[in-house]
């Protein structure tokens, strides 16, 4: 840790444990929740539907450093929420609270600290991966644009470079103007439709999200994963590990980390 840093400079997390589901045993031919997976995860309707895309250039250069750049859009909203995520990897699955306090000291390192008003922080509790989120969100206009629309990849560029948030444009692990010229060169990935649907387990609210994901190979799958938050590191520890005994007990679990991104942008 730096010199003048203390633990009191740590950024206080929200927990969210993120859990794979197999898709050919909970959803039906079209992509939709079959009747038992409904009744057993207590779905309703589609609280949200959403489609994304995410900035890169062909390295995946952003995403070498732990940022991720998303466009994302709400249903038929007339505005495109922007992201910008700096990724910091926990040692271990995240169970362990003081592997959670070295990376928080490692972020504050880093000028992610307390008191950050600009970015929202979570810990993402996954299969055996676990990893601490900084996100920057911002929100623009999107006049012109069909329902389900996303912009095009000038239109793109331009919108990630006018919101680029100081950290990423100053990110001191490279040199000045960095940011801006992998954004400047940058190609889209997706676009990415995702359906959410609220839902309930063991008593627990929580989220199923059901996204159509084309693979490395070229082919279209389907990507389902259980998202539930937790009040604490110890509550959504044990959120995770009911859930997984749940969902194996059900025969749908996929014993793998939930983090699409890394499809989505690729190898």
Not at 1 to 11: E, F, K, V, W
Not at 129 to 154: H, I, M, Q, S, W
Not at 170 to 190: F, I
Not at 209 to 218: F, Y
Request: glycine share 10%.
């Amino acid at each position: 840790m730096r010199a003048g840093l203390t633990p009191m400079a740590q950024a206080r997390p929200g927990y969210q444990v993120k859990l794979l589901v197999d898709p050919d045993r909970v959803l039906d031919a079209d992509g939709l929740p079959t009747a038992a997976a409904a009744d057993a995860l207590s779905l309703g309707a589609p609280g949200r539907f959403e489609v994304a895309q995410y900035m890169d250039d062909a390295g995946r250069s952003l995403n070498g450093q732990g940022w991720i750049v998303r466009i994302r859009r709400h249903d038929d909203e007339n505005r495109i929420r922007l992201a910008y995520k700096a990724r910091f990897e926990i040692e271990g699955d995240g169970a362990d609270p003081a592997a959670v306090r070295r990376v928080m000291d490692l972020a504050a390192g880093r000028n992610f600290r307390a008191g950050e008003g600009n970015y929202s922080v979570q810990v993402n509790l996954s299969h055996t991966r676990a990893t601490l989120d900084f996100t920057n969100k911002k929100c623009r206009p999107v006049p012109g644009l069909a329902p389900g629309e996303l912009p095009g990849l000038d239109a793109s560029r331009a919108l990630v470079l006018d919101r680029l948030p100081g950290k990423l444009a100053k990110w001191d692990a490279k040199p000045a103007g960095w940011a801006e010229s992998v954004t400047a060169s940058s190609r889209l990935h997706g676009p990415v439709k995702q359906a959410n649907y609220p839902g309930r387990m063991l008593d627990h609210p929580m989220e199923t999200q059901v996204s159509r994901l084309r693979t490395a190979s070229g082919e279209l799958t389907w990507f389902t994963e259980i998202t539930a938050k937790g009040r604490t590191l110890r509550d959504a520890v044990e959120l995770r590990s009911d859930l997984m005994g749940k969902l194996r007990a059900e025969g749908w679990l996929l014993e793998r980390d939930a983090f699409k991104t890394d499809l989505i942008l690729g190898p």
